[in-house]
């Protein structure tokens, strides 16, 4: 329960209660939460000296971070909420199969494993203390997995973390890291905001729980918005513009085709997930900037390279990747290859410059430009006056007398009275 009440200084300095905006407090639910889990692993990891390794929960969905070293048993065990959650989700697919004949897509698997979670959600209970339940989770892990296992539990966790953390490098590649959040982003969801980039999850995935840089994950962030993506809120002149948060965002990365996936372990065929097609999507953009990294490497012969120092990770520019072309991918000696961001806004460009300028702009702010002000409305009804008394003249003009029929007007008739007149052989057939 969170109360959206909270105090700021008034105006003569003391507390004074506000409520905070419930939307947007709803809004950025899921940030949050990825923020706060972050936070707390990366603290985690930093003081026990542990790691984090990727497991898949459901499949064609992202990963969930655990602890290196930790059994998997264990894991099941402690989460009994989620088995029973899977084993009504299989219930709920077999009937929805009988019921429509297919199997569910996407969205019908998301709306079914909503309905699997209401209905093994179990009753509140009523709170106890925390060393009680700590008491009570160590009694049944001995019973369930013995005494050996349960007390080694950290060592082995922490030799775990010892091996990822020598393997994973604690710098943070920021172009790669920009291009991976944005084609993500966009493949999931096509139109996105800020608040739905997720620089986090990309730092939990890549550091494995190491520490980072405060506010890289925001640089992150403005980086894919600034290179990657494309407006799509446009501000109307004499109109104040959106705050941040509300402004909305597109791209223009190459979407891969769907494809299905087999059975395996008893699990039925699926299609792809977006999840999985926007991994597809990023990797080919990164291997393409990694490419044009090592073209560019071979085409100058660089025998120097910049040395990284080995500290909490921070932002790293390398050579290869540049301001003004970050996917080149093109061949020495040619021209750079667009981003597909750039690519977008110079075709919008384009557009906008062929359109003329009172229908880019649209409704202004200047009366004179208007069509229904009174200077206009009066002229409007002197064009329609004018032309109705041209009419009027027209109607009222006298037909002009006729002349004697000249030599023009004699051959006409002539020429009326022969097409009057049916031919010599017309609808008497054939004669021998």
Sequence with gaps: MILNRVQRPGTGGEPAWGAL??????????AAGTLYTLAMTTEVCETLGLATVPREVTPGLRPVMEIAGVPEDLIDWSASR???????????????????????????????????????????????????LLAWWRASALLRFGQELVDGLLEKCRAAGTAIRARVDPAVDVALAAVDVAAVVFTVREKFSRRHIEARRHLLETLRGGEFTCGLDDYITHRALLRYSLRHTLTKPGREAPAADRMTYTADFPVPHRWWIASA?????????RYERAQVASLAVQNAIRDARIRADTATEATTTTSVVSAPAGPRELKGETASAPHAVGHPGRDVVLTPAQRAAA??????????????????????????????????????????????????????????????????????????????????????
Excluded: C, F
């Design 82 to 132: 989620r088995q029973r959650i899977e084993d009504a989700l299989e219930v709920l697919t077999d009937q929805y199969v009988k019921d429509h004949g297919h199997l569910p897509g996407e969205r019908g698997r998301h709306r079914l494993g909503w309905w699997a979670a209401q209905e093994t959600r179990p009753a509140k209970k009523k709170p106890k203390p925390l060393a009680q």
């Design 347 to 432: 075709v919008r460009a384009h557009q906008q410059a062929a359109i003329p300028e009172e229908y880019l702009e649209g409704r202004t702010t200047d009366p004179a430009t208007w069509l229904r002000t009174p200077k206009n409305l009066d002229r409007l009804a002197a064009y329609t006056r004018a032309a109705e008394t041209r009419r009027r003249a027209m109607e009222d003009r006298k037909a002009p007398v006729a002349d004697p029929a000249g030599p023009v007007d004699g051959r006409r008739q002539e020429h009326e009275q022969q097409r009057q007149q049916p031919d010599p052989g017309q609808g008497q057939g054939l004669r021998p």
């Design 21 to 30: 905006d419930t939307y947007r407090l709803y809004q950025n639910v899921v």
């Design 265 to 273: 372990e008893g699990t039925p065929p699926r299609e792809s997930s």
